[in-house]
């Protein structure tokens, strides 16, 4: 049985093959066609395949009785429809939620909404959801959450409320994409920053351990 760790599925969402063109190559899509000349109908034919060659990706690296530790940003556009792919995925889910998430605070005003959301997402298959946690990897521990300490994505650095205080731990994180796979601190666990492939508590060990931590 193996933990592992990713973010950022963005099942459903049309823009993010414009956003990461590499989601063509490691999910094994056909495309063709230059970035620059992809039209949004172009790119919303090819979200039903995206969201398969997702499924078919989690599937050949989880078995089971894995545990796959989803840190943020499952799915997007019609989430009542997109969410459900979340019931194919291999192994035991947990997730820690990202501004894109349903149950998270950020998205309603309602205490009410928030719970039927949790509902949602507990039902198609998240045994836990939370804000973030601290984790031991391999002998390392470190502060997970959605959000790096700092950094982003764009230009603007948003959502300060809900980043985690650095309390002098290494943060294991997504939100940024593909901006970074380290930095710092901070290992992005993003699946575009890692080319679809899903880190280990090992390796995010062995990362940590090069900065001195653990030892």
Do not use: C
Request: glycine residues 10%; aromatic residues 12%; without cysteine.
């Amino acid at each position: 049985m193996t933990t592992l760790f990713t973010s950022d599925l963005h099942f459903g969402h049309t823009n993010i093959l414009k956003y990461a063109p590499q989601r063509f190559d490691y999910l094994g899509l056909r495309n063709t066609i230059p970035v620059s000349e992809m039209s949004a109908e172009y790119l919303r034919s090819w979200v039903p395949e995206m969201n398969e060659g997702i499924v078919r990706l989690w599937n050949s690296q989880v078995d089971p009785g894995d545990t796959v530790f989803v840190i943020g940003d499952v799915a997007m556009g019609k989430v009542a429809e997109t969410i459900e792919y979340v019931r194919r995925l291999n192994g035991r889910k947990v997730l820690v939620m990202g501004n894109h998430d349903r149950p998270h605070p950020i998205m309603h005003k309602s205490d009410e909404k928030t719970a039927e959301w949790h509902d949602v997402y507990t039902d198609v298959g998240f045994e836990r959801i939370s804000m973030g946690f601290v984790h031991n990897f391999d002998g390392v521990t470190a502060q997970v959450s959605h959000f790096p300490y700092e950094g982003d994505h764009t230009e603007e650095e948003r959502y300060g409320a809900y980043r985690p205080p650095n309390i002098g731990l290494p943060l294991v994180h997504g939100h940024v994409h593909d901006a970074w796979d380290t930095n710092g601190v901070q290992y992005n666990v993003g699946i575009d920053a890692w080319n679809g492939q899903f880190q280990t508590e090992q390796q995010i060990g062995d990362y940590f351990r090069s900065l001195g931590f653990g030892e």
